[in-house]
């Protein structure tokens, strides 16, 4: 492998390690908290693609009790950018 391969591959393994622990935190807070906050799946219908969504129920008690459970802020803008 050459020197670019291999620091792609590095920053790619990274990535990963960032990316990961986001997700199962992602996953963990909309299992536990379906009253405030849902996900609703992506689907395919009629030859167009639906995109999947995040639905906010309750944005103060999510960003008041919900967010900060689960990451280093209490701002639904912040996971938005994530």
């Keep these: 492998t050459s020197g670019s391969q291999m620091a792609a591959e590095t920053v790619s393994a990274g990535e990963e390690e960032k990316t990961i622990p986001f997700l199962r935190r992602l996953c963990d807070m909309l299992q536990e908290n379906d009253e405030v906050i849902s996900f609703y799946p992506g689907c395919h219908k009629n ?31 912040s996971l938005r950018r994530q």
Aim: glycine share 6%; aromatic share 10%.
């Design 47 to 77: 030859g167009q693609t639906l995109l999947g969504r995040i639905i906010i129920h309750d944005r103060a008690r999510v960003e008041s009790e919900v967010l900060p459970k689960y990451f280093n802020h209490a701002s639904f803008a």
